[in-house]
T-cell receptor, first 114, second 113 residues
Framework: AQSVTQPDIHITVSEGASLELRCNYS??????LFWYVQSPGQGLQLLLK??????LVQGIKGFEAEFKRSQSSFNLRKPSVHWSDAAEYFC????????????FGKGTHLIIQP | DGGITQSPKYLFRKEGQNVTLSCEQN?????MYWYRQDPGQGLRLIYY???????QKGDIAEGYSVSREKKESFPLTVTSAQKNPTAFYLC????????????FGPGTRLTVT
């Protein structure tokens, strides 16, 4: 069965510092990978996605992620965080043998220190 | 404006009552999904529907029911059989066939006491 692991429940970063959020997946074939962001009490917003091709993908809000097949990882990065980046971040993998939803990690809560 | 609407944003019910959560979309997407979110648990799939009048159970369907009578609408009923219904519920749609990215509504927070 496929799974997604986000090893860090909480991460604290100073404003202006760089950020890397980790995501490891278990999947039987070439996965479709996603990063979503969620502000408190809100729905999820798609940050970026990887389907194929260039393993470094660019997303919205200055985020990027790198797919590393050998490490089964899809880590999210940002060179300089802003206080508005404080949120919950979810990594997801699909499909689940069809159009039956995505498998999500448990999320990483990002705290920005002034 | 295209999007996904979930109403209401907050919902309160007494234990033993059924409650229906609304999800409407005008994106013309075929597939729709319901997820449940609990603190520290990520999102778990309840039900999904790929076409009108058809739907399938996800990982945690017990105590829930759905219908898909129109392409635009996919309501979720939380029945009294659901043992722990208090949670944040998210509706999502999927873009065109062959793509797997999903777009989410704003969510409904259900509190059952």
């Amino acid at each position: 069965a496929q799974s997604v692991t986000q090893p860090d429940i909480h991460i604290t970063v100073s404003e202006g510092a760089s950020l890397e959020l980790r995501c490891n997946y278990s999947y039987g074939a070439t996965p479709y990978l996603f990063w979503y962001v969620q502000s408190p009490g809100q729905g999820l917003q798609l940050l970026l996605k990887y389907f194929s091709g260039d393993t470094l993908v660019q997303g919205i809000k200055g985020f990027e992620a790198e797919f590393k097949r050998s490490q089964s990882s899809f880590n999210l990065r940002k060179p300089s965080v802003h206080w508005s980046d404080a949120a919950e971040y979810f990594c997801a993998v699909g499909p689940r043998g069809g159009a039956d939803g995505l498998t999500f990690g448990k999320g990483t809560h990002l705290i920005i220190q002034p | 404006d295209g999007g996904i609407t979930q109403s209401p944003k907050y919902l309160f019910r007494k234990e033993g009552q059924n409650v229906t959560l609304s999800c409407e979309q005008n994106l013309n997407h075929d597939a729709m999904y319901w997820y449940r979110q609990d603190p520290g648990q990520g999102l778990r799939l309840i039900y999904y529907s790929q076409i009108v009048n058809d739907f399938q159970k996800g990982d945690i369907a017990e105590g829930y029911s759905v219908s898909r009578e129109k392409k635009e609408s996919f309501p979720l009923t939380v029945t009294s059989a659901q043992k722990n219904p208090t949670a944040f519920y998210l509706c999502a749609t999927k873009t065109e066939a062959g793509s797997y990215e999903q777009y989410f509504g704003p969510g409904t927070r259900l509190t059952v006491t």
